[in-house]
């Protein structure tokens, strides 16, 4: 067995695909258009190159959704919540409940 260990099958390491959607959730998520808009073409060249190591377009859509479910349901319980994470997390699975990629559809699209 090799003693080198990649990224993605280590234990403590995060799956691709969730540090993707981060970066995208960055540039095409709820919010501001002007203010996302001058990230979305580094963005889109990342997400390129990026989304086939990350499992594709579904994974990436898949750990959004699981993310997003997580933060709802934090903020759900907390005794003072983040309305902002709560509304953004809201606003990114109605967008996904649609079925045509959501927010990332314009990037989905574009790769």
Not at 71 to 77: K, M, S, T
Not at 96 to 103: N, P, S, T
């Amino acid at each position: 067995m090799s003693s080198r260990c990649s990224t993605s099958n280590s234990p403590s390491s995060p799956p691709i695909a969730i540090d993707l959607n981060e970066l995208v959730k960055m540039a095409y998520g709820p919010g501001d258009p002007a203010e996302r808009a001058p990230l979305q073409p580094v963005v889109r060249r990342i997400a390129a190159s990026a989304l086939e190591a990350a499992g594709g377009p579904d994974a990436l859509v898949g750990y959004s959704i699981m993310l997003e479910m997580w933060v709802l349901e934090h903020e759900l319980a907390a005794d003072d919540p983040d309305e902002t994470d709560r509304a953004n997390a809201a606003a990114m699975l109605t967008a996904f409940a649609e079925g045509d990629g959501g927010y990332f559809a314009p990037l989905l699209a574009d790769i």
